[in-house]
């Protein structure tokens, strides 16, 4: 009743189907305040998507400070990520940046496709550390889905990384080169059609 009060729409969880069109993925969509359903919206994907970090919990959240700019702001847990069993958990093993990055593709898509007030030509993706990543390799190769990304100290070649981290999930470089080449930013960072910001630094 408060939220109503003010004009405030809930944090919405909602479920799609993963890139390989069966697994089931946990989203959640902010919406901006005096939302009309009858216009459309920008929208900004909220990221992590690596392994150990889960952000879609069935829980209250106050909403997302970024909605007050007229976004609406997603998150979803892609295949890959914790707490939902090894299959789903290890679909992304050995192929970082692949799996992962179509799942996001895929809510999106689904989001456009199903919700007439979602853009699906104004996308933009952000995330730090693992989710800055997400947001540069989502950019880059997923271009037909996300025009525009901000990645916060992102990895963009796994062979670059530390390799405790790497090593559990991506094997030695010698071991899985095609997996090191098929998830490198810098590797395919000509098909690059979108807008991209790099923060890096202190």
């Not at 969880?13 to 902010?30: N, P, Q, W």
């Not at 889960?54 to 007050?68: K, N």
Request: with cysteine; hydrophobic share 40%; aromatic share 10%.
């Amino acid at each position: 009743a408060e939220l109503a009060a003010r004009g405030l729409r809930p944090t919405e969880l909602f479920t799609c189907k993963a890139a390989d069109g069966t697994t089931e993925l946990y989203g959640r969509l902010h919406f901006p305040p005096a939302f009309d359903a009858a216009r459309t919206y920008p929208l900004i994907v909220d990221t992590y998507g690596g392994p150990t970090v889960r952000l879609v919990t069935d829980t209250f959240t106050a909403g997302d400070q970024r909605t007050a700019l007229g976004f609406l702001v997603m998150s979803v847990d892609n295949r890959g990520t914790p707490h939902r069993g090894k299959a789903f958990e290890t679909a992304a093993y050995l192929n970082l940046g692949v799996t992962d990055a179509d799942d996001q593709a895929a809510a999106v898509q689904h989001l456009a496709a199903t919700r007439p007030y979602v853009d699906g030509t104004r996308v933009g993706i952000t995330g730090h550390s693992y989710g800055g990543y997400m947001a540069a390799i989502c950019v880059i190769r997923r271009g037909d889905v996300f025009a525009a990304a901000v990645a916060g100290a992102p990895p963009t070649d796994w062979r670059q990384y530390d390799t405790i981290y790497t090593e559990r999930y991506m094997r030695t470089p010698q071991e899985n080169a095609a997996g090191y080449d098929a998830g490198s930013c810098v590797k395919h960072a000509g098909k690059l059609q979108g807008k991209l910001l790099l923060l890096h630094g202190m």
